[in-house]
């Protein structure tokens, strides 16, 4: 942790937790077992961005697109989600986290439902880290959900066409209250987004590792952070531009 700038961190760190299930097939467990193992991973990254003072985590959780996974472990992780969050509710308080959650929640079974506004409701005023779950979340869903509300207002004529800005547009998905990630992490040595967060994620740096979810902990974390810090944010600028005006 000496290694890092802590005057360059990243506000907004994002996370697309993967391969809890081959992590639990390689050593001859159900994918559910990878599951159970990647809430220990979910607790020590939480904790040492509170530690290292991140501001916001988003977790990516479970897709839209999860929902067509086999029933066993749609049901298994569903249990695990609400068990969790009920039973982390109390140590997330007591550290100042506020949870909230993303995503079309209105597919999750009622009790799930209740559970989530339950935890959300509970740390609300918490001024610490802002622990984003992003649960049933898909980001062309979250686009589309976007584009009909502007269009509805539109038609209602509370505003006009001219008022859908990327400032407004932002403003309807369902980060709005957060800044854009500008880090976002994918362990497990796939290279792609698979559906997350396309528009908040548009100059964000991104950071891969062969690591699986259950293995990773505070020191990857580190080390995501320590890559980060060692790259040029250009913006589409070019490097001379963002030299200060007494080094040009
Ligand atoms: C990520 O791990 C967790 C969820 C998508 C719910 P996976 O379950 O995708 O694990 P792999 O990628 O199959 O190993
Ligand atoms: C992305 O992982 C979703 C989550 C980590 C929750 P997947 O394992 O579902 O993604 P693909 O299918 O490999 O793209
Ligand atoms: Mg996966």
């Known amino acids: 942790m000496e290694n890092l700038d802590l005057s360059k961190l990243p506000k907004h ?12 097939q ?4 159900d994918r559910l077992f990878g599951h159970y193992q990647g809430v220990i991973s979910v607790r020590k990254v939480v904790e040492a961005a509170t530690e290292i003072g991140i501001q916001y985590l988003t977790l990516y959780a479970f897709s839209t697109e999860n929902w067509e996974r086999p029933q066993e472990e749609v049901t298994g992780l569903m249990t695990l989600f609400v068990d969790t969050i009920t039973k982390e509710v109390p140590d997330l308080h007591k550290n100042n ?13 009622s009790h799930a439902r209740a559970a989530l506004d339950t935890a959300t409701a509970h740390t609300a005023q918490n001024t610490g880290l802002t622990l984003i779950i992003a649960l049933s979340y898909s980001s062309r869903w979250e686009l589309v959900e976007a584009a009909k509300n502007m269009a509805t207002k539109v038609k209602a004529g509370s505003i006009t066409i001219d008022h859908i800005t990327e400032t407004t547009f932002s403003e309807s998905l369902t980060t709005s209250e957060f800044p ?3 880090l976002m992490i994918r362990t497990s040595g796939e290279f792609r987004i698979s559906n997350f967060l396309l528009y908040q994620l548009a100059y964000a740096e991104l950071y891969f590792t062969e690591t699986r ?4 902990r505070k020191d990857d974390l580190i080390k995501a952070i320590s890559d980060f810090q060692s790259r040029e944010r250009r913006f589409g600028k070019t490097s001379d531009q963002l030299l200060p005006n007494d080094e040009k």
Request: net charge negative; charged share 20%; glycine share 14%.
């Open 180 to 182: 854009d990630p500008e």
């Open 13 to 24: 760190i994002a996370i697309i937790m993967d391969g809890n299930g081959r992590w639990a």
């Open 26 to 29: 390689e050593q001859g467990q």
């Open 97 to 109: 986290i506020r949870l909230r959650f993303i995503g079309n929640l209105g597919l999750l079974p």
């Open 213 to 216: 979810w259950p293995d990773f």
